[in-house]
């Protein structure tokens, strides 16, 4: 990949008179020795296993350890028997987001982007924005490549790992990336996507990954919603020119550093924060 | 990094280190049996014995045993599978303090008598590592097809080895050796770009010095 940061990216594009995600395709295409359509229609079959993640959710499944299972269709009939305070649009995005999330707690498919534990946010955005506002099912991929060349960069110069970087690397890095979709497919230029992408990364950074009996459900599932609904946010502030203070590669370097300096009991070892609540050791004693 | 290990990959649920990687560090093992389990004793340790039952790591194990990849949808199901198989399949714990904290050691028992102990370590994503092949080093990452070669410690059976390769024109990504002391027992790791024809592993297996081959496929076996 001959870019290491999202200026470079961005660069490219510019010199190559290209859109961003086109050099994300071209350069992936390099990489793996093929054409760049093949690299499209791989990336259809990612959004496609999004979409089957969606439709064969099971409101009735429960995931091996109780904790979790159902929240997405309480969701659900909460946004069909009341007028939301979310409005019906972010609604269905949150209630997306908890659905792949229970069902990767409940030993279903799903597609990880970029981890596992953060595998609600892009599918919930990206669906709702096609079902929602009529995108045609080739630019919404166009926009799974915006995110992630957004979560390449991440990865190169932080973590997409929660074991090295806190959940800011993993909720936050996704967060970030369905942000920088989001720019994309509202019409964005390039400098919005980026800042798009910054402002989402922000709002996270710092969030420790302190998962209940080490499990990736308590706080993980919820924190898709607000991963979700946070990259909407935040590409509404960019497409309306609000601009992040501290541009995108330093605000990627200083997750990487919080990253650094943050405690081994906050970094998915479920033995700090929440996971050292008396309720999380009651619960990973009834487990043991 | 690769555009789909940040979208992607396809996987069932819900971890990619105690899930996704343990189903490879299974089928890893299954492919290194090359011939049908009928029993296997999984000795989880570190994360994996404690947070594995959560993560459902022993199904995955076992998925990965019956030859399953990660985005199999019958992972969940894969114990009940595994006993309508015949195959007697038991847990317990391990203390592997010197690998990786998500580890398990397996030891397997095939259709024609073979006994094959395996230490998998799951390292990070879904990327896994083979730590140890009936107690002597290997470490490999499975992303290659590999040859396990244990020999006598004497001299001549890297060339002997190597020279068959050489004949096939397989060319060799990467090489280890390790060995228990001088003289003693001794395990040569060749991670290749090429599989490795079937007759010639079988004409390693009678080579003198050679005590047994052990060989990875990249290609799925058509039954396990």
Redesign the interface.
Same mark, same amino acid.
């Given at each position: 990949?001959n870019y290491k940061t999202l200026q470079e990216l961005v660069s490219l594009a510019q010199s190559e008179e290209k859109e961003f995600w086109e050099i994300?395709v071209k350069e992936?295409a390099i990489?793996?020795n093929t054409q760049s359509e093949l690299?499209f229609e791989?990336?259809r079959?990612?959004y496609q296993?999004m979409k089957r993640s969606v439709d064969q959710y099971d409101p009735n499944l429960k995931? /091996?350890?109780g904790m979790s299972g159902g929240d997405g269709e309480r969701m659900r009939r909460y946004r069909m028997n009341n007028e939301p305070i979310a409005g019906d649009f972010l609604s269905k995005i949150m209630e997306t987001a908890i659905m792949v999330a229970e !069902?990767?707690? @409940?030993?279903?498919?799903?597609?990880?982007? /970029?981890?596992? $534990?953060s @595998?609600g946010v892009?599918p919930a955005v990206l669906l709702v924005f096609e079902a929602e506002k009529g995108f045609r099912e080739d630019r919404i991929i166009e926009a799974?490549?915006v995110?992630? $060349?957004i &979560?390449?960069i991440i990865?190169?110069n932080a973590s997409? !790992?929660g074991?090295v970087g806190g959940c800011q690397a993993e909720i936050g890095s996704a967060s970030a990336?369905s942000a920088g979709s989001v720019a994309y497919l509202e019409g964005g230029d390039m400098e919005d996507i980026l800042h798009a992408a910054t402002l989402a990364l922000k709002n996270l950074l710092g969030l420790a990954c302190d998962p209940v009996? $080490?499990?990736?459900?308590v706080p993980c599932i919820k924190r898709n919603v607000s991963g979700a609904i946070n990259a909407v946010v935040s590409a509404q502030m960019a497409l309306a020119g609000i601009r992040s203070v501290i541009p995108p590669d330093e605000v990627i370097g200083a997750m990487a550093a919080i990253g650094r300096e943050m405690p081994v009991c906050l970094k998915e070892t &479920?033995t700090g924060g929440l996971a050292a609540t008396k309720t999380a050791k009651i619960i990973a004693g009834s487990?043991? | 990094m690769n555009v789909f290990d940040i979208i992607g990959p396809i996987m069932v649920g819900p971890s990619s280190s105690h899930t996704a990687g343990a189903v490879k560090i299974g089928k890893a093992a299954a492919k290194l049996m090359g011939e049908r389990i009928i029993r296997a004793q999984l000795l989880l340790s570190g994360s994996f014995y404690a947070t594995g039952k959560g993560h459902g790591t022993p199904k995955a194990l076992v998925a990965g045993l019956l030859g399953m990849d990660p985005d199999d949808d019958r992972i969940p199901e894969s114990l009940v599978i595994a006993e309508k198989e015949g195959i007697k399949i038991q847990f317990g714990q391990a203390d592997l303090q010197e690998m990786h904290s998500n580890s398990v050691l397996m030891i397997l028992e095939g259709a024609h008598g073979r006994i094959l102990e395996v230490i998998g370590e799951s390292i990070g994503g879904s990327r896994i590592n083979i730590a140890r092949i009936d107690g002597l080093e290997a470490n490999f990452s499975g992303d290659y097809p590999t040859l396990v070669v244990h020999n006598s410690d004497r001299p001549g059976h890297i060339a002997k080895v190597t020279g068959m390769l050489s004949v096939q024109g397989i060319n060799i990504a990467a090489m280890r050796l390790y060995r228990q002391g001088r003289g003693q027992n001794a395990v040569m790791i060749l991670e290749c770009d090429q599989e490795i024809p079937k007759d010639s592993i079988e004409q390693l297996e009678k080579m003198e010095g050679i005590e047994k081959v052990t060989y990875y496929t990249l290609e799925d076996a058509d039954e396990l």
């Open positions: 990949m994300v992936e990489s793996q690299v791989q990336m079959k990612m296993a995931s /091996p350890s !069902s990767n707690a @409940c030993m279903k498919k799903i597609v990880a982007a /970029p981890t596992a $534990g @595998c892009l799974l490549f995110a992630a $060349g &979560g390449q990865a190169l997409i !790992s074991a990336m009996a $080490g499990l990736v459900e &479920g487990l043991a | -």
